[in-house]
């Protein structure tokens, strides 16, 4: 089944992730494939955290993940320096072309998630777990 992706604002993000030093800690692996589920949280305060997934919009098989519409809307946030950031099943979700990730895009996400809320991307980090 195809996600649709509902775009989210930065603005209606939390303050505190333009504020303070934010976390991405995957949930799972980063080779499970084209969804690796994670969460932001505060550098320090776990209570401050909201569950944020990336997304790979480029895997098509044994179907495509996003529909073209979706897909053509996330290269190019992605090739002005941008990310798509929006909801699927009620989850904050990045979404960047690809088929799968490694830690470069990870951070790379997070610098221009950094950038959409007005924060400097040295002040995200990337709690990464390998495997599948």
């Known amino acids: 089944m195809q996600a649709v992706i509902t775009d989210v604002d930065p603005f209606d993000l939390p303050d505190w992730l333009g504020t303070h030093d934010v976390v991405w800690r995957a949930d799972q692996g980063l080779r499970t494939g084209h969804l690796v589920r994670g969460r ?16 790979a919009v480029d895997e098509a098989y044994p179907e495509p993940v996003v ?44 610098g221009r998630l950094a950038r959409a809320v007005g924060a400097h991307a040295e002040r995200y980090a990337a709690l990464l777990r390998l495997g599948a």
């Open 40 to 55: 932001l949280t505060a550098e320090g305060d776990d209570a401050l955290g909201i569950t944020c997934d990336l997304l």
């Open 67 to 110: 529909d073209d519409a979706g897909r053509l809307r996330v290269h190019q946030a992605w090739r002005h320096g941008q990310v798509v950031i929006g909801e699927v099943d009620a989850r904050l979700v990045l979404a960047v072309p690809g088929t799968r990730f490694g830690p470069e895009l990870v951070l790379d996400a997070l």
